[in-house]
């Protein structure tokens, strides 16, 4: 399910003391680059959007912690620092990772004990901000003892796909209720049943200002819904939402009627209507896999009260199986709302799957965002008419660094339309894959795009010949492009014609006097 894909940032909570790295597409693609050709071991977590779907598995993965922290945004300490200068630990297995005031990061192998019951196991760190158990088996006891133990001045918890006792659900909140300040709370349990979350989220009812909140669970109840929504309006400074989860659905006692199925709608429209009242928001991301039409608009209806909201990302699974018609109306109340959004700094409508013209309405709204910065359109339908408007759009929008457009069913016939304006940016990321491009990629304006970092062109039936036209006028850019999956791309060569053709480009890459990598050749 797309819940279980959404990235816990584990490393951005130490909100306090400690600056944010590489919290957005621009950022964190521009990372993979350079580490890149620094032939630095990366893993597929640092990077958090869609851009980042076929590029990792050109990279050794691993879930072992000795390659994942090659990518942690902090320097590794070869030796343990001092207790007074731990900021976070991040608990996972045996292991322990302390991260530092100071932006560094050590990890303690075999440290760990499970059942949390030692009391100096927290308070040996005086100065100690943030705390995350990840893929544990928390018991009841360790449960208790870290509620028992858990420092009050804690101001970011993150609870990540741990398996808990019966229950452990009401020890959960436990913990979360203890520190007094508590200003972060990320809690992901993606396969507990819908009975069981609610136990959970009924004992964050009564939390109140909360900066950041990031909730990912399978299915919830009507209950669950009320529970989240009266912890959202009573953080009157909310600054991050996160609400990831399948759908709502009855309780197992519920009774089905009409009345039961009405209780089940003001599930989801009482989240819509405190998102609304969440003036101070500056990011939403809200990712379900259903959810009823009337309920998507109700949503859709609520962001346009979001005015200080810098950056919105919604996946609405079933969007995309309603009705034309119905699909179009729901457009047209998202476009209003985002009409609204002149702040925005960022925009992920990923996978919706709105049809052409559906997509032309959600686009023409992008005119009322002059600070928008990121773009990613993915898997939206994307015609001839849709890309007129984007070209017109892009003359305007100046300050784009990042267009994803991924599985748009992009024709090379019209491509030309959009890449001709595409020198008016100043894009550091185009990620076009998963289209029908072909040849059309000559019309880039390569040359006129120094700033360019990212070029995906994966799955687009490019051959080596429109290629090889293409990669002589970007010799000279530092510069990575995604080749992976173009399946007609030595056409019909033989083995030992193909190889000849690889060691050319590798050969123009090693001649370049810039750093120039390609992928998947």
Not at 54 to 60: G, L, R
Not at 82 to 107: E, K, P, Q
Not at 381 to 388: G, K, L, N, Y
Not at 409 to 435: C, M
């Amino acid at each position: 399910m797309l819940i279980l894909d959404v990235e816990v940032y584990w490393y951005e909570v130490l909100f306090v003391n400690i600056s944010l790295y590489f919290r957005d597409v621009m950022s964190a693609v521009v990372l993979l680059f350079f580490l890149y050709c620094g032939n630095i071991l990366l893993s597929s977590t640092v990077i958090g959007v869609n851009v980042n779907t076929e590029i990792e598995n050109d990279f050794p993965s691993s879930n072992s912690d000795e390659l994942e922290l090659e990518q942690y945004p902090f320097e590794k300490s070869t030796e343990k620092f001092d207790d007074n200068n731990v900021a976070g630990i991040r608990i996972r297995g045996a292991d322990i990772i302390y991260l530092s005031h100071d932006n560094r990061f050590f990890l303690e192998q075999g440290a760990n004990d499970p059942t949390f019951s030692s009391i100096r196991f927290f308070s040996q760190f005086p100065k100690l901000i943030s705390v995350e158990f990840s893929a544990l088996k928390l018991t009841n006891g360790a449960l208790k003892n870290i509620q028992n133990f858990l420092p009050k001045n804690i101001l970011n918890i993150i609870i990540d796909s741990c398996e808990l006792e019966d229950g452990g659900e009401k020890l959960i909140g436990s913990v979360i209720k203890k520190p007094k300040n508590l200003k972060s709370i990320v809690i992901k349990f993606p396969n507990l049943s819908a009975e069981r979350v609610e136990k959970i989220t009924s004992t964050l009812f009564n939390k109140s200002n909360m900066h950041h909140v990031r909730i990912f669970f399978d299915n919830i109840t009507c209950e669950s819904c009320r529970h989240i929504a009266s912890l959202v309006k009573k953080s009157k400074n909310l600054e991050t939402l996160t609400l990831a989860y399948g759908k709502v659905i009855y309780a197992e006692d519920a009774p089905k009627n009409e009345a039961a199925t009405e209780k089940k709608a003001r599930g989801n429209v009482s989240l819509s209507k405190a998102i609304q009242k969440c003036t101070n928001l500056q990011s939403l991301n809200v990712s379900v896999i259903s959810m009823p039409n009337e309920d998507s608009k109700s949503l859709f209806d609520g962001i346009g009260d979001l005015k200080n909201l810098a950056s919105l990302n919604l996946f609405l699974g079933n969007l995309s199986e309603q009705d034309s018609s119905v699909l179009f109306s729901s457009a047209e109340v998202l476009k209003y709302s985002l009409s609204k959004l002149v702040n925005l700094k960022s925009l992920d409508l990923s996978g919706i799957g709105l049809t052409n013209n559906a997509t032309k309405l959600i686009v023409q709204s992008i005119a009322y965002m002059p600070e928008l910065e990121t773009l990613n359109l993915s898997s939206n339908a994307i015609d001839s008419e849709c890309c007129t408007i984007l070209a017109e759009l892009f003359k305007k929008t100046t300050k784009l660094k990042a267009v994803v457009l991924r599985g748009c069913g992009i024709e090379s016939s019209y491509f030309p339309i959009i890449a001709n304006t595409l020198q008016d940016l100043h894009l550091a990321i185009l990620s076009l894959g998963n289209n029908e491009l072909g040849e059309s990629i000559e019309s880039i304006p390569i040359d006129l795009m120094p700033d360019l970092k990212f070029l995906d062109f994966a799955n687009n039936d490019i051959t080596f010949s429109a290629f090889m036209r293409f990669f002589n006028k970007v010799s000279d850019h530092d510069l990575v492009i995604d080749m992976k999956n173009n399946k007609n791309f030595y056409e019909d060569g033989d083995d030992k014609q193909n190889v000849a053709k690889r060691d050319q480009i590798m050969r123009a890459i090693k001649m370049s006097n810039s750093k120039l990598a390609v992928l998947g050749i």
